[in-house]
């Protein structure tokens, strides 16, 4: 049964974007939202530049199926550096979270918007309460990104 994984990818500027491409010629989606971000100029004060960065730096969501993909597969994946453990094992993430993280304003990307009323991984999702919503939504909130991807990760292993 295929279900969304969270893995990291090696540090540099486009390891993320290598990883997605070799992901998707192995039929495995992959998924890093990102959202834009306003920062101050040098070289103009008081005027802003849009950047477009992660909004969980360092990770990535993968949804795929153990049974036909090894996961030894997918970290020898270029730009891959390794799936999330733990306790010691990859573990699922829960769908309700991937697809509010998908239906956010800020991070909203071309292959969620494909089969809007569709989507292959909501067979029997529990879905977010208030709360867990209000949670992501703080997540996003938050300016820094190495605060957003340790709270993010602190949120996921609270789900478990």
Same mark, same amino acid.
């Given at each position: 049964m295929e279900?969304?994984?969270?893995?990291? /990818?090696?540090?540099? *500027?486009?390891?993320?974007?290598?990883?997605?491409?070799? =992901?998707? %010629?192995?039929?495995?989606?992959?998924?890093s939202p990102v959202m834009r971000t306003y920062r101050p100029r040098s070289d103009r004060?008081?005027?802003?530049?849009?950047?477009?960065?992660?909004?969980?730096?360092?990770?990535?969501?993968?949804?795929?199926?153990?049974?036909? /993909?090894?996961?030894? *597969?997918?970290?020898?994946?270029?730009?891959?550096?390794? =799936?999330? %453990?733990?306790?010691?094992?990859i573990t699922p993430i829960r769908d309700a979270v991937v697809d509010d993280v998908m239906q956010l304003p800020v991070c909203v990307q071309a292959f969620s918007r494909k089969n809007p009323g569709k989507r292959r991984w909501d067979k029997g999702a529990t879905p977010l309460n208030q709360q867990q919503r209000q949670q992501i939504q703080a997540l996003v909130d938050t300016n820094d990104g190495d605060t957003r991807s340790a709270l993010f990760f602190a949120f996921i292993e609270a789900l478990r």
């Open positions: 279900r969304w994984y969270l893995a990291c /990818h090696k540090a540099g *500027k486009d390891n993320v974007f290598k990883a997605q491409m070799t =992901l998707e %010629r192995m039929n495995i989606m992959a998924f004060p008081g005027q802003f530049r849009p950047v477009i960065e992660q909004m969980f730096p360092g990770y990535f969501f993968v949804f795929f199926d153990t049974e036909i /993909h090894h996961s030894s *597969k997918i970290e020898l994946c270029p730009g891959v550096s390794h =799936l999330v %453990r733990f306790a010691g094992e």
